[in-house]
């Protein structure tokens, strides 16, 4: 079934409307929190609702967060979260996630297979173990010790198509930019082959004016085989600072991660830079530094401080960004972007 028919069938329009109705009669404050955002609208719309439930209803950041990336883990037409996304070269789907809290507790992982749900195993991670991060086999290990269960190695009907295009050629080309200009309102994004970079990186504040963020994906598809990320890379792919704001991002993790991205991103912010304009020196600085073209790299980042302003910037054309918060249902923010 294409995603556009199941949203039709599950009646996503009149479950947007409700919600909308429901912040609307919210008596929270505009602009004290709370406020969710997450990377590409698309799947931002589902998203946010989720974690909107949790912060209207006075819960935490972190459970919000949590909630919401979910939904895209459980979305099986998703191309690049959870386990119905594109598999690496080799034909293993390997997730990678991370989260990090208001208080600096931190937790990940990566190259994980066969797990529904990275991003609980990575706040498991947090609040079980004294470490920050787990990969491959012993974060599987680990996962099955805290009863997750062992789902089946089997690809989706959609990223099986997608593997077995891309195994006409084999071609090992890590090109993400591949967005059509105007954000993620072409049809089906999360679905074809030719998609492969949908990580949902959501930030959030709750009614506390607590900050806390969580970001998981496949990484990118068709990768090398234990290829990661900066999903999972705390101060890459997410970053949180209680006195100051959180940052997260998508795109080409290997740039993320050789600007420490997320975390760049929250000290312009300490700095006194608005989230968006944080966000476009964070990209300004991959442009600067980075040895590759930059033609074939796309980042986005997104942003919000600590009096709820948000803000996004990407290298080219084609990122958006959700936010939902006190009466307003989840907005499309199409991102600026530095490149021609
Ligand atoms: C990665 N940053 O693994 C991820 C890919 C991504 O949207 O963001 N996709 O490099």
Redesign the pocket.
Known sequence: MQRRDLLKLIGVGTLVASIENKVLSSTFNKNKGPIVLS??YNQSVLANVEAWKILEAKGTALDAVEAGVQVSENDINNC?VGLGANPDREGHVTL?ASIMNHQYEIGAVAALERIKSPIHIARLVMEKTPHVMLVGLGAQEFAVSQGAVLESTILSSHAQKAYDEWLKKSEYKPI?NIEKKGGSQMPDPMKSGEF??????MIAMDIEGNLSGA?T????GF?MRG?????PIIGA?LYVDNEVGAAT??????E?IRICGSFLVVEFMRQGYSPEQACKKAVERIRAKTPRDTKDIQ??FIAINKKGEHGGYALHDGFDYGVTQVGTATQQVKSKFILP
């Open positions: 990377t590409w690049c990678d993400l492969n970079h949908y990580t949902i990186g970001c994906t496949s990484g990118m990768k290829r990661v990320g900066d999903s792919g991002a998508t795109g080409h993790g290997e993320v980042v986005g």
